[in-house]
């Protein structure tokens, strides 16, 4: 990368992930979100990963708006930024007051929530936790290499890893060896989180479904797990709102009940599939839908 692409990488880290979510802090709630949807339109603002994202969308999804896929793929990025230091930092009632919970919310407690990289959703686990759920969820700690490449953005990432480890405890789970540890916690109560659009690491089992009419490979692990266990599942997305608001509303599928790994990824796949034709800017890993979907695609 050049000096003037190293220094604005820099510049749109440190106003992203650092000085727009300390900003918000003082702010009324829903001045902060207005601030965002602002600074959403400047168009150098995150403009590389925002690029890349779309680029990424363009081979798979119709894109009648490309301005507006880059602003709300940028809301969804920095409202996670800004939740997530405003429930670090004494403001979680605020966060949690801007989500439309669903009806049928209390059908999560003490099943596996399986969701996506989608949306706003890092307020998922605070309200899983302050509604007495007891969620587990597994993460990848920050990575040490990112301090000398994007230090603000390795910042980001450790409030992140903070973040989780005040709200679940022990029940923040490293991956590595993670596959274990969740195995054991399906047998005591508690929701369990996981994301299945991860694409799968090399040597790992799994199982290609059709998502958006191409084949996608999809991480058979945890899916077998939960079929030996016969444990029910509900299906997630924590959805940006697009009325101009900048709210969230969390939408629950299920309860399902699967006993074969198979059947799960198809309901799975489907459920993806519905919403990145949908709205697929809200999908936050399209930089590595070339993983997703195969080189050949």
């Not at 030996?228 to 969390?250: H, I, P, Q, W």
Request: hydrophobic share 45%.
């Amino acid at each position: 990368m050049k000096r003037q692409g190293r220094v604005s990488r820099q510049l749109t880290d440190l106003l992203a992930y650092v000085l727009v979510p300390l900003f918000s802090l003082i702010l009324p709630a829903s001045f902060s979100r207005r601030v965002l949807r602002r600074v959403s339109n400047w168009h150098w603002l995150l403009a590389t990963p925002a690029e890349a994202a779309l680029e990424g969308a363009r081979k798979h999804i119709a894109i009648d708006d490309e301005e507006r896929f880059r602003r709300r793929w940028k809301q969804v990025e920095m409202l996670d930024a800004r939740d997530l230091y405003m429930m670090l930092f004494g403001r979680t009632k605020s966060v949690l007051s801007e989500i439309d919970i669903p009806a049928d919310f209390e059908t999560a407690r003490n099943r596996v929530m399986v969701g996506m990289h989608w949306g706003p959703a890092i307020s998922i686990l605070k309200l899983l936790a302050v509604t007495g759920m007891q969620p587990a969820f597994p993460y990848r700690p920050p990575e040490r290499q990112l301090l000398g490449t994007r230090p603000f953005y390795y910042l980001f990432s450790r409030l992140a890893a903070l973040y989780l480890s005040r709200t679940l405890a022990d029940r923040a789970v490293p991956v590595g060896g993670a596959s274990k540890v969740l195995q054991g916690m399906l047998d005591v109560p508690g929701s369990i989180c996981v994301l299945m659009d991860a694409p799968p690491m090399l040597g790992r089992p799994a199982i290609s479904k059709q998502v958006l009419g191409s084949a996608a490979r999809l991480n058979a692990g945890f899916p077998a797990i939960l079929a030996a266990k016969d444990k029910e599942y509900v299906l997630y997305a924590m959805n940006l709102l697009d009325d101009g608001s900048t709210r969230k509303k969390l939408e629950l599928a299920g309860p399902f009940r699967s006993d074969n790994a198979e059947e799960f990824l198809s309901n799975y796949a489907a459920f993806l599939d519905k919403h990145l034709a949908k709205d697929g800017s809200q999908w936050r890993i399209w930089h590595a839908e070339h993983q997703f979907w195969g080189e050949s695609t």
